[in-house]
């Protein structure tokens, strides 16, 4: 019976060891993909809170583009332009 025992302390003993190890490897894997992890999480953050307030993206959207100047304004600006030039050349 005492074999058996000791079999058994000395099989346990061996399995805690490989848990030890696997442990460990799973810490070190875990401490490499821990920051694109939280770069994953925060885009989720951003999909739902876009989801569940449409209308606050849209208002910021608006908000930013009546404040900020865009390129696109400028390049019709600059189309306007040169279409009235070209308008006052064809009329001369």
Known sequence: MKSATVGFEQRRSQLL??????????GDTVAQIRQPLALVDLGWSVIRFVRQHPFAVASACTAL??????????????????????????TS
Request: glycine letters at 12%.
């Open 17 to 26: 060891g490989k848990i030890a190890s696997d442990r460990r490897q799973l």
């Open 65 to 90: 583009g009546a404040i900020l100047p865009s390129p696109l304004a400028r390049w019709w600006n600059w189309g306007h332009l040169a279409y009235r030039l070209g308008a006052v050349f064809r």
